[in-house]
């Protein structure tokens, strides 16, 4: 067979020539779709997403990723997709990315970069580009001389991150983020847990963002980083340098630079709003729990917690102020030789409404210098501890808080009072649920879990198959509220549940000594798989290039039987296909042709040996399959033979199905063929065709895809 293989190489080409200036390649790079929002393109291998950053005309266009993808046998010299082309320019030299990547709650996983600038997964994103709910794990993208780095995305110019996060380390020059290098887009519920280091505007999630003096707006919304983050000028937790806006953030990581290091924030020329540090921040000038270098912005209902240590210009909220600073308070430890104050280490503009713990910090002084027209100095706003956590003491001072309604109705504040000091609203809640919010064909058995909210003893857990009924739901609702767990127990099991059904599931965060618990959380969704998956028949990855491992040694076709015109694989290397895939990295290509002489086309595989399957209650074969646009019309048949040699054929219900342009999972029941007569308890071979195999007739042609044949119980 080999050699007939061979021999056909010659014969081979001008057809495939053909074929290729018709058009059929079809964007066959990659696993399926043609790039639309409602039909976007799949990526299931690492070939599949490399070969997004090789085909530029497509950057405008729409991708899903569809499973977890390990880039550890790669190694790169520039940004995966988009990348900058000439890093020996200081601009951006190359194509935005302008499309959808929608990373579907998978990950990408050793992502290595060692050379060029605008470094990360994508190198820029523009103003219509989006990349949501996906994740770049144990990144690492190490060039001490390149800016714009971050383990996502170097440059986002205008675009859109969303529900994404990074783990790993990140090493630049300049604009150096664990998520996002520099941001004038915006960064919506992001996270990282990601090293960062650098010389200048180092930040934990983003490096850089916005720059108000140039309008290039930046905003950070709803995200937070709890990785270590050093450098040299701005540095901070969550950002290193801040031109835009940063609103209901947190960082948690220790920081370490030289000028300008923050907790938070290194420097800020705009608007930070009702964020926390908790990590420690350590250097030389300008060093503050939250923010180093407040040069023009407003800080506002925020607070720090983390000790911050320096040479010159050291505060427990903010080393050097030259903004305004209101309703905000800090019990950050604040040390250093010139300069040091409890709040602020030296400020040049306004103070209001604004306190620190003197027990905690071990300083009475709200500013350890002053200019002479600053506002705000007022070293009575220190307090004890025990002050510092009496709701009486910010009502006085006109903090919005939850339950009142003097100061406002916005809710901003809450307190445990004599227990803690003010939190913030939006801490209250659980989030990062998995599996992640809408995610589908969810495997069981299955266990949910969750990150708790800030000041979480207990968490209430609900769960039933209507959304409102979740949503609505309270402890009386029986049936609905499973219990309540204690708060390190952040899983639940929900048991075995039905097949391909769609369940809603919500937790409250609970705190019974605090009068403003439950903190109700957000209802969130999954679908369950239709079937447990029992025995694989096939699923395509032992195949290779070598011929004697080719795909069609296996799987026999219709070379040399004037009765079955199939062709299995491609005559050239690789025989197997490698970017239209549905899992793993190959799949099998099935041309048909029964418009001539033969009549069917199928591929025969002889298993290995005998096998069973009705072991675990199996009762479906479960096949993947995929056409094209261009196929004709035609019978998708299945057969399978036992050790006696009798065969049952199960028909597709749709001669169109064949035309469909996704990868379509057909289930056929293993009962209906037992009663013809098959032992399934010796099943020795199967057989994929197109077709009408017991009445052969006339028909169409085309190309198939075939991938990953399963025995499953769908009825458990």
Not at 420 to 442: M, Q, R, W
Not at 486 to 513: M, Q, S
Not at 592 to 598: E, G
Not at 674 to 701: F, S
């Amino acid at each position: 067979m080999i050699a007939a293989r061979d021999s056909q190489v010659l014969l081979a080409i001008p057809f495939l020539f053909a074929m290729f200036l018709s058009g059929s390649r079809a964007h066959a790079q990659y696993g399926g779709g043609t790039g639309e929002l409602s039909d976007p393109f799949l990526i299931y291998t690492a070939e599949q997403l490399n070969a997004v950053g090789l085909h530029e005309e497509d950057w405008n266009r729409h991708f899903k990723l569809m499973v977890d993808i390990d880039l550890s046998g790669f190694s790169y010299d520039r940004a995966v997709i988009a990348p900058d082309m000439d890093s020996a320019k200081t601009s951006f030299d190359g194509t935005l990315f302008a499309g959808l990547f929608d990373g579907n709650g998978y990950t990408i996983s050793n992502l290595t970069v060692t050379r060029g600038a605008y470094l990360g997964l994508f190198g820029s994103v523009g103003p219509e580009g989006e990349i949501r709910d996906l994740a770049v794990v144990d990144v690492n993208i190490t060039n001490s001389r390149s800016n714009y780095v971050g383990g996502l995305l170097g440059y986002n110019s205008g675009g859109h991150v969303l529900d994404c996060y990074s783990t790993g380390t990140v090493r630049g020059k300049s604009c150096v983020g664990g998520l996002v290098g520099r941001n004038h887009g915006a960064v919506t519920r992001c996270y990282s847990i990601s090293t960062a280091s650098g010389d200048y505007h180092v930040g934990g999630l983003i490096g850089s963002n916005g720059n108000q003096w140039f309008g290039n707006g930046g905003m950070i919304t709803y995200c937070s980083s709890t990785g270590s983050v050093s450098g040299g000028v701005n540095v901070g937790g969550l950002v290193g340098y801040n031109g835009g806006d940063v609103i209901h953030c947190y960082s948690t990581g220790i920081v370490r630079g030289e000028t300008n290091v923050g907790g938070l924030a290194g420097c800020s020329d705009s608007a930070i709003i009702r964020c926390y540090s908790k990590g420690a921040a350590a250097g030389g000038n300008n060093v503050g729990g939250l923010m180093g270098y407040n040069r023009w912005g407003d800080v506002t209902h925020c607070f720090s917690m983390g000790p911050a240590s320096g040479e010159m210009n050291v505060g427990g909220l903010v080393g050097h102020n030259r903004g305004m600073m209101a309703y905000c308070y800090s019990t950050s430890a604040a040390a250093g030789n010139d300069n040091v104050g409890g709040l602020v280490g030296y400020n040049r503009c306004e103070v209001a409404r604004c306190f620190w713990d003197t027990n905690t910090s071990g300083l009475s002084n709200m500013c350890g210098g002053q200019a002479a027209d600053a506002t705000g100095y007022d070293d009575s706003l220190g307090k004890i501890t025990s002050e510092m956590q009496t709701d009486r003491t910010y009502l006085n001072a006109g903090w919005d808080f939850v339950g009142e309604t003097e100061n406002g109705t916005d809710d901003i504040w809450w307190i445990h009072e004599g227990h803690d000091y003010p939190k913030l609203a939006h801490e209250l809640s659980a989030f990062h649920p998995h599996p992640h919010d809408g995610a589908i064909d969810v495997m069981q058995p299955l266990l949910l879990s969750w990150v708790l909210g800030g000041s979480a003893v207990n968490h209430d857990v609900y769960f039933d198959e209507e959304e409102d009924t979740v949503t609505n739901a309270t402890p009386e609702s029986s049936g609905i509220y499973l219990g309540q767990q204690p708060t390190n127990l952040t899983t639940h099991d929900p048991g075995t549940l039905e097949y391909g059904k769609t369940y809603y599931w919500r937790i409250d965060e609970v705190n019974e000594e605090n009068p403003q618990s439950p903190w109700k959380g957000r209802t969130w969704s999954f679908t369950t798989a239709d079937f447990i998956l029992v025995l694989v028949v096939d699923d395509f990855e032992n195949y290779s290039d070598d011929d004697y491992l080719a795909v069609w040694q296996a799987w026999i076709d219709g070379f040399g039987d004037p009765n079955n015109a199939s062709q299995v694989g491609y005559l050239l290397p690789p025989y197997a296909e490698r970017a239209i895939v549905h899992g793993g990295a190959l799949s099998m290509p099935v041309f048909y042709d029964n418009t001539v002489d033969a009549t069917i086309s199928e591929a025969l595989r002889t298993l290995d040996r005998d096998s069973d399957w009705t072991i675990n209650d199996a009762d479906t074969l479960t096949l993947h399959f995929r056409g094209r646009a261009n196929n004709d019309p035609d019978t998708l048949y299945v057969a399978i033979e036992d050790r006696a040699g009798r065969i049952a054929v199960v028909k597709h219900p749709d001669a169109e199905a064949l035309l469909v342009t996704e990868w379509q999972r057909w289930h056929v029941s293993l009962p209906d063929m037992q009663a013809a007569n098959v032992d399934l308890t010796e099943v020795l071979k199967i057989r994929v065709g197109v077709g009408d195999r017991d009445n052969p007739q006339p028909g169409g042609a085309g190309k198939i895809y075939v991938d990953d044949i399963w025995i499953t119980n769908r009825m458990p």
